[in-house]
């Protein structure tokens, strides 16, 4: 265990020496760039020119990625300060950096909510929350989501965020103490709750209800499928938050914690400050796992990316915002859905709505 010593401040110091983040950072940073930059920007052109049929969904898939590339453009400062250990590029650039991170995990989060939601509404009352489910309120939910997030990510940059030490300048390091139980504590404490558990708990909560609705038996041939395609999006949704999210989210708090030293304990530091920078590069790898949520989930967005759209034109008008049908009994369909088909046909229920 690293001794005790006491800092310039007259605080504990348990002489912890985390620089191996640095390399960390530079490498995953690098191969983040590369992949969420070829992968998000064709994502985005499949979503603005290649796909025919545009709903709420590929709204919220739309704005993911366009969270994800405004991280990514930021990534190659990134890389040159972990590899110089120096920030040369001022205090302005470092705030739109350290913005542009927060937009990107938190807005991740609130983007792959607000899907699941989506899908929850779609399954569970497909009737009934067709005046909900538009592209109007899709766009409304989108834009509170950036405001959230951008706001969020502004008020981490009321203060300086560049530090000088040792003929270096550091970018949202070395903060005080003061600085960390004044603002930061506060600020996180408040992204902790809006950005990490509330979509958490949405998302367990919306899945949960869904997988039960699938265990009720199908009678047609194409419910199969979609049950697959419903899966593969609650398990991929579920494996983003469960590797990215989760560590990360768990960390910054228990870093919060040692860094006001309202857990004054060397070990305890020592884990925090170690597991950190890791979980930290497994957030920021959400940029090239979000557009597997684009390709496998999606069934419009396989085919136009690899078909250009052909195929994918005109709809019948009496199947709203379908991508491709799905036909349940009336006795498969949630309860809301009894009273339209009770007279004993099948009812098409939209592949896109899942």
């Not at 919220?60 to 040159?80: C, G, I, Q, R, Y």
């Not at 990316?305 to 195929?311: P, Y």
């Amino acid at each position: 265990m690293a001794s005790l010593v006491i800092n310039e401040t007259g605080m504990e110091d348990c002489g912890i020496d985390d620089s191996f983040k640095y390399d960390l950072y530079a490498a995953v940073y690098s191969v983040v760039f590369i992949l969420g930059l070829i992968t998000n920007c064709a994502a985005l052109f499949v979503f603005c020119f290649r796909m025919k049929m545009r709903n709420e969904t590929t709204m919220f898939m739309t704005n993911l990625a366009l969270s994800d590339l405004v991280f990514v453009f930021t990534l190659p400062f990134k890389v040159f300060y972990n590899v110089n250990q120096n920030w040369p590029f001022g205090d302005g650039l470092c705030k739109v950096s350290g913005t542009a991170f927060i937009t990107n995990i938190y807005g991740s989060m609130l983007f792959l909510t607000c899907i699941s939601v989506d899908r929850f509404l779609a399954i569970m009352y497909p009737f009934r929350s067709r005046a909900i489910r538009t592209r109007r309120n899709a766009a409304m939910v989108c834009a509170a989501v950036w405001l959230t997030i951008v706001g969020g990510g502004i008020s981490v940059t009321f203060f300086s965020t560049i530090n000088s030490k040792h003929r270096a300048t550091t970018c949202f390091e070395g903060f005080s103490k003061k600085t960390w139980k004044t603002y930061l504590s506060k600020i996180t404490i408040f992204i902790e709750i809006v950005g990490f558990l509330f979509p958490l708990l949405a998302n367990l909560v919306c899945s949960s209800l869904v997988l039960r609705t699938l265990r009720r038996p199908v009678t047609v041939g194409h419910g199969c499928d979609s049950k697959k395609r419903v899966l593969r999006m609650i398990v991929v949704h579920l494996t983003i938050f469960i590797v990215c999210f989760v560590p990360y989210n768990f960390l910054l708090f228990l870093y919060a914690l040692v860094r006001t030293q309202a857990l004054a304990n060397c070990t305890v530091e020592r884990f925090a400050r170690t597991l950190y920078p890791i979980t930290l590069c497994l957030a920021s790898l959400n940029c090239c796992l979000d557009p597997v949520v684009y390709y496998f989930t999606s069934e419009s967005f396989q085919k136009s990316l690899t078909t250009g759209g052909k195929g994918s034109g005109s709809r019948p008008p009496s199947i709203p915002r379908s991508d491709t049908e799905t036909m349940y009994t009336a006795q498969n369909l949630p309860s809301d859905t009894h009273n339209v088909a009770s007279n004993g046909k099948e009812t098409t229920i939209s592949d896109s709505q899942l």
